[in-house]
């Protein structure tokens, strides 16, 4: 094996041990200890590949978030160009089929990125929030762009709002847990089955942005 097949490899088990960690027990509780116990790697590894905890963090999130931002993107430019008539659940859209279409790749690990962004909403790490700012700001940009004409008495602080919790909606749902089973028992369905989840989230989601202007 190369050195740079066992840089790749050592760097893959850092990942996936980091990621495991984070979604388990949060970015701050989580030490490099325990991710050079779990990657089976020395420390020295961590500090080599990525210089240190903050920029692991930032390098773990990074991999995940840039390619979902690069398909929302994609997607929201599509619809401005293709489709002049579009309507605020095409916008809804933009945001939840790519997140669909991760939480039903497993083979991918998609469901690790979505509790990925579940567990940083919840913790709101200064390092983690600053980079979804900084990395999130041209599709919120597009996404307020594609609202504006379609409720343009909103104001754009209001519909910021409204982006802000569609994302936030999306993420905790698609990461899924059994509180849905605990108030509701009995045969309404899994929390865990995206493609209920995506049902059941679009038309609630649609309402919630157009709703009605706050005074």
């Known amino acids: 094996m190369t050195n740079e097949s066992q840089s ?3 760097m893959n088990r850092i990942f996936a041990s980091a990621e495991k960690l984070f979604v388990e027990h949060g970015f701050e509780s989580t030490s490099l200890r325990n991710i050079t116990t779990d990657a089976n790697v020395n420390l020295a590894a961590i500090n080599y590949h990525f210089g240190g905890k903050e920029a692991l963090i930032k390098a773990v999130f990074v991999r995940r978030f840039a390619p979902y931002l690069h398909e ?5 430019e599509t619809l401005q ?3 002049s008539r579009y309507g605020v659940e095409d916008v809804v859209r933009v945001l939840l089929k790519p997140a669909l279409s991760l939480a039903n790749q497993p083979d991918k690990q998609g469901l690790i990125f979505v ?3 579940s567990r940083m909403l919840v ?3 200064r390092l983690v929030r600053d980079t979804m700012t900084s990395e999130s700001e041209s599709l ?3 996404l307020l762009a594609a ?9 754009d602080q209001t519909l910021q709002w409204r982006i802000h919790f569609m994302f936030s909606l999306i993420f905790h749902a698609f990461a899924g847990n059994d509180i849905f089973k605990l108030m509701l028992p ?4 899994s929390a865990r089955d995206p493609e209920l989840i995506a049902r059941q989230l679009m038309p609630f989601l649609t309402g919630a942005v157009s709703a009605p202007n706050p005074v």
């Open 72 to 76: 929302c993107t994609r997607e929201v």
């Open 81 to 83: 160009t293709l489709n």
């Open 147 to 155: 609202l504006k004409p379609l409720l343009p008495d909103y104001s």
């Open 140 to 142: 919120i940009g597009s």
């Open 8 to 10: 790749t490899q050592t």
């Open 115 to 117: 509790r990925l962004i």
């Open 123 to 125: 913790d709101n790490h």
């Open 186 to 189: 009995g045969e309404a369905g």
